[in-house]
T-cell receptor, first 112, second 117 residues
Framework: LAKTTQPISMDSYEGQEVNITCSHN???????ITWYQQFPSQGPRFIIQ???TKVTNEVASLFIPADRKSSTLSLPRVSLSDTAVYYC?????????????FGTGTLLAVQP | GAVVSQHPSRVICKSGTSVKIECRSL??????MFWYRQFPKQSLMLMAT?????????EQGVEKDKFLINHASLTLSTLTVTSAHPEDSSFYIC?????????????FGQGTRLTVV
């Protein structure tokens, strides 16, 4: 099982770009990397998913180096409403032995 | 994106009673569902993994006779907390794994806040 390591917390200001890096040194060949956002008393919400290189959608970008041992979630121009906990997970979706284990997550606090 | 509906969102029950939480994948078939619990200011802790039509696999330290999981169809899994006690009060979250359109992976319900009094 790939274990993930993230910073416990990060601070930012409105309008800034925020980059959150996750380490997953034991990632397996079939594992994908997925990032989730969680607000208090809500279930995690899917943000973005990737396997290698760069993925971009309407809310974020995900950068994955060639060795795939880490990934960086990039949030452009954050706002106060982006204050949340962000989790990166690695898993072989659909794999027979897949289990989704959460790490500590990163608490992002966006200030005015 | 894929939608997972969890019900109820909030429940208060008396100590000693049982509570059932439902998790439905609304627009995709979920071959695998996960159940988590989360205490305040902590991360999600995986309780069990269930595959449709087979027995759930419980994580170490999770009592299978206390937390009954049924995954009877590809769109529904239930978690029953039996003989609930105040220490079972927590936030329970389900996740369904599958594919919907171009999206694949695990999609989460909105969670159930269980309070045992």
């Amino acid at each position: 099982l790939a274990k993930t390591t993230q910073p416990i917390s990060m601070d930012s200001y409105e309008g800034q770009e925020v980059n959150i890096t996750c380490s997953h040194n034991n990632i397996a060949t079939n594992d994908y990397i997925t990032w989730y956002q969680q607000f208090p008393s809500q279930g995690p919400r899917f943000i973005i998913q990737g396997y290698k290189t760069k993925v971009t959608n309407e809310v974020a970008s995900l950068f994955i180096p060639a060795d795939r041992k880490s990934s960086t979630l990039s949030l452009p121009r954050v706002s106060l409403s982006d204050t949340a906990v962000y989790y990166c997970l690695v898993g072989d979706y659909g794999g027979a032995t897949n289990k989704l284990i959460f790490g500590t997550g990163t608490l992002l606090a966006v200030q005015p | 994106g894929a939608v997972v509906s969890q019900h109820p969102s909030r429940v208060i029950c008396k100590s000693g009673t049982s509570v059932k939480i439902e998790c439905r994948s609304l627009d995709f078939q979920a071959t695998t569902m996960f159940w988590y619990r989360q205490f305040p200011k902590q991360s999600l802790m995986l309780m069990a993994t269930s595959n449709e039509g087979s027995k759930a696999t419980y994580e170490q330290g999770v009592e299978k006779d206390k937390f009954l999981i049924n995954h009877a169809s590809l769109t529904l899994s239930t978690l029953t907390v039996t003989s609930a006690h105040p220490e079972d009060s927590s936030f329970y979250i389900c996740s369904a794994e599958g594919r919907q359109g171009d999206s694949s992976g695990a999609f989460f319900g909105q969670g159930t806040r269980l309070t045992v009094v």
